[in-house]
């Protein structure tokens, strides 16, 4: 079982400390926090407990009851694109409307799932999103290492 700490360090081996790359949508960024969601925080001098704070209300808690396998890969790509983002996906992978609200429907769709199928085409998903941004051609490695990386989480924790 995959805890919040054990995703938060998994996500820290993803994201690194202050980056202001302007080429990034989200702008100045440390831990993968960015200005862009967070403008009142000093992104530059934010700690990693600050961050972790931050990820754990925001980024990890709305899927609260779920897989925890289905969890850490919603987190990270929450983390990476946006919490609705990545909820929204989940729900085209578990088939109910994706309205970025994760409810008791969304919730009974993906436990009449296989885990290791929600694994897989949320990844797919995931690519599929990536592949359409406007950023694509300057952070495309980055994307496709990272999900390399969870697609081998994923087979870890199924």
Same mark, same amino acid.
């Given at each position: 079982m995959i805890s919040f700490g054990d995703a938060f360090t998994r996500l820290l081996g993803q =994201? #690194?400390?202050?980056?202001?790359?302007p080429a990034d949508p989200g702008g100045e960024t440390?831990? #993968?926090? !960015? @200005?862009? !969601?967070y403008p009142a925080v000093d992104i530059k001098n934010l700690t990693r407990e600050k961050a972790? =704070?931050?990820?754990? +209300?925001?980024?990890? /808690?709305p899927l609260a009851d779920a897989d925890p396998a289905v969890k850490f890969q919603v987190f990270d790509f929450a983390v990476n694109s946006g919490v609705s983002t990545a909820?929204? @996906?989940l729900q085209a992978v578990v088939g109910v409307a994706d309205d970025g609200y994760w #409810?008791?429907? !969304? @919730?009974a769709a &993906? +436990?009449?799932m296989a885990r290791n199928d929600v694994l897989l085409l949320l990844n797919a =998903?995931?690519? =599929?999103? &990536? /592949? @359409? &941004?406007? +950023?694509w051609p300057d952070f495309s490695k980055g994307w496709v290492q990272r999900i390399a990386t969870n697609l081998r989480y994923a087979a870890k924790d199924n």
């Open positions: =994201e #690194g400390g202050y980056v202001n790359n440390h831990w #993968g926090i !960015s @200005k862009r !969601s972790m =704070e931050i990820y754990y +209300a925001d980024f990890w /808690t909820i929204r @996906k #409810g008791p429907l !969304s @919730k &993906l +436990a009449k =998903e995931r690519l =599929e999103y &990536l /592949t @359409k &941004l406007k +950023a």
